[in-house]
């Protein structure tokens, strides 16, 4: 069975870090495909934060969080990371990574299979 599992959300502190792992169970390779992570706050729209596309090969990252996250793929070709780093109140949000099963990762209406999600609470 295909699925994707996030893990590494919790509680930090402003400018604080978290990194998040993305991973892909009943894939071949997950990185055949273009992976985005995603976030929804409560009462706002799943938006798109970052993508990467498969083999590395382009990167996308939302305005907000451009020099603050990176995502990454792991040597084992079945996890993709993101880093967060200098986390801010309005980055808190349930965090979800999706795939559409496409080398790309930049259309985001596409995006139709998703993992459970993980929360990221940024507070003092």
């Known amino acids: 069975q295909v699925q994707l599992a996030e893990s590494g959300g919790g509680w930090v502190q402003p400018g604080g870090s978290l990194r998040l792992s993305c991973v892909g169970t009943?894939?071949?390779?997950?990185?055949?495909?273009?992976i985005g992570w995603f976030r929804q706050a409560p009462g706002k729209d799943r938006e798109a934060v970052s993508c990467i596309t498969a083999d590395d090969e382009g990167e996308y990252y939302e305005d907000s969080v451009k020099g603050r996250f990176t995502i990454s793929r792991g040597n084992d070709k079945n996890t993709v990371f993101l880093q967060m780093n200098s986390l801010k109140p309005e980055d808190t949000a349930v965090y979800y990574c999706?795939?559409?099963?496409?080398?790309?990762?930049?259309?985001?209406?596409?995006?139709?299979?998703w993992g459970q999600g993980t929360q990221v609470t940024v507070s003092s």
């Open positions: 999706g795939t559409y099963f496409r080398r790309s990762c930049d259309q985001f209406s596409r995006y139709t299979f």
């Open positions: 009943g894939f071949f390779h997950l990185d055949d495909y273009g």
